[in-house]
Structure formats: structure tokens, C-alpha cells
């Protein structure tokens, strides 16, 4: 695949099993988060990688972090192991003259676009998601982010479980303008 096929036929897959990518692997994918575009080089950001024994974990925080009635909780749990592998991407504002959080928060949402592209381009498959438990205060908390920084997604990876079809390419013509 080259870079532009890449970049066109970008696309998320939702089912992802094991395994998961190895260390190596996973390397360039943290590698590829921290090449973004960054204003005044400020790395606003920090990666928890969740695998492992660490999937559990992270599915008791949720259980526990949720407020849900216990049929929901059931469905809280297994989240996690949707995939063999989560990288929450987080944020870790910096104080700065020149930078609002607003252009940080674009750097930080650009981690993990890299990330799912980085994946994809090493032979995994990859889907950012947040609702409603990435706005979770316990949550944050579980993941030692401190209480003025956000969970930007929950980037699941894994080995797609099934050759997806490309999805259609949508058209660009109502989305842009030209001044020539
Ligand atoms: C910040 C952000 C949060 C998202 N959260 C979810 C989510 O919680 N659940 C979900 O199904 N899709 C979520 N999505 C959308 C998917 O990642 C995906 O882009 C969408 O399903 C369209 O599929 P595609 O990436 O193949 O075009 C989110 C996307 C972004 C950028």
C-alpha cells in the first residue's frame, strides 16, 4: 500500500481480535503518535497502552467508574476486550503564551489519527472511540489524568477478524470552496 492509498482509503475496523501488535510493532505506532504536527513542540500528550492482563483492569475501572444499572455494567465490562489492544490517547495541557489548550486538544486528536494510520499501514486494523466513559471524572482518575486534561479517545488495535470492503469515497465538491 502506498502513503496516498493509505491516506484515501483510510477507513476504522470494529472487529479486532488477536493479535495484538508486538512490541516492535507497536514502537512505530507510538513512534508515528509523537510525529504530529505540534505548536511550539509542546508533546501535549500521553499514551496509556492497555494490553494483557491490563485489559481487565481497565474493564474493572470502568464496572467500578460507572454509575450504569447492572445490566449496562455487563456491557461496560466487555468493552475492553473488543480488542486485544487500547491506546488511550489523553491529553497534558501545557501552560503556554502562544498555544491555547484548543490548538493542543487538535495535536492531541492528531496522535491518534497517526496512530490508527500507523497501525493500518503495519497490517492491524484500529477504531478510535470516547463516549460517554471517556468523559468519566473516576475514569480519568483510574488513568492517573489529572482532573483539567481529557481522554481524546480509546484507540482500539488488533488484527482485523474479517476482510472489510472498502467503504465508497465520499465526494469533496459541497466542501470546498477555490479562490483562483
Ligand atoms: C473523537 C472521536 C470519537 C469517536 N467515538 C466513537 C465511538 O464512541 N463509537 C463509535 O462507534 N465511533 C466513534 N467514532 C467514529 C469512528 O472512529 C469512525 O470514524 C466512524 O465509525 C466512521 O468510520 P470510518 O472511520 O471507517 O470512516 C469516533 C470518532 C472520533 C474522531
Sequence with gaps: MTSIELLLQRQSTPLL??????????????????????HACLQPWHFTVITG?????????????????????TRIAKKPFRAPMIIVVSTEFV?????????????????AHAMQMASVALGYGAMWRT????????????????????????????????????????????KVSYWE
Excluded at 481480535?17 to 505540534?38: Q, S
Excluded at 501552560?95 to 496522535?111: A, D
Design 53 to 73: 492482563d491490563g485489559l481487565q483492569r481497565f474493564s474493572d475501572l470502568l464496572v467500578h467508574s460507572s454509575d450504569s444499572a447492572s445490566a449496562n455494567l
Design 95 to 111: 501552560q503556554h503564551e502562544k498555544v491555547p489548550t484548543q490548538e493542543q486538544l487538535i495535536s492531541v486528536g492528531c496522535c
Design 17 to 38: 481480535t488477536k493479535p495484538a501488535p508486538n512490541p516492535h510493532d507497536l514502537d512505530k505506532i507510538l513512534a508515528a503518535g509523537m510525529r504530529v504536527p505540534d
Design 131 to 174: 463516549g460517554g466513559l471517556a468523559y468519566n471524572t473516576k475514569i480519568k482518575q483510574g488513568l492517573a489524568i489529572k482532573e483539567h486534561d481529557e481522554i481524546v479517545g480509546f484507540l482500539y488495535i488488533g488484527t482485523p477478524c474479517k476482510e472489510q470492503e472498502l467503504k465508497t469515497t465520499k465526494s469533496f465538491e459541497k
